[in-house]
């Protein structure tokens, strides 16, 4: 996977720009390079206004992104049709979809009815 996706879904992970250039450390980077990268493709981010929504549609996709597999999890608002979170990740479990979950619900001020697929790994 190219490093400049691999250093935003490190910091999307939570890692710092240190330990991000410590994980990359296979491809020479400085700790301002990957903050420059974060920065470039933060811009790429969905933002959202938090706001009541009725029923939200969660799917994740097995994508293959330069010889390795992710997964893509997606959440859109049914009624306005609106992209409300994008996430992206090695593994596909449990742990995987309760983060994107909580990570959707910050677009929300209520609990709205949330529509998934029969898969394990959404509770």
């Not at 250039?21 to 390079?33: D, G, I, M, Q, W």
């Not at 293959?64 to 596909?92: N, P």
Request: aromatic share 8%.
């Amino acid at each position: 996977m190219h490093a400049k996706v691999r250093a935003v879904l490190l910091y999307m992970a939570g890692l710092s720009y240190r330990d991000i250039t410590y994980a990359l450390r296979v491809v020479p980077c400085s700790n301002e390079a990957v903050r420059l990268w974060v920065k470039k493709l933060e811009q790429v981010a969905v933002k959202v206004e938090a706001k009541p929504k009725r029923m939200i549609a969660v799917e994740e996709a097995k994508i293959k992104a330069d010889g390795e597999w992710c997964y893509v999890w997606a959440a859109i608002d049914v009624d306005a049709r609106e992209l409300l979170a994008v996430w992206v990740s090695w593994q596909r479990s449990i742990l995987h979809a309760e983060a994107f979950l909580k990570r959707m619900l910050q677009t929300c001020t209520n609990k709205p009815v949330i529509i998934v697929d029969k898969g394990p790994w959404v509770p």
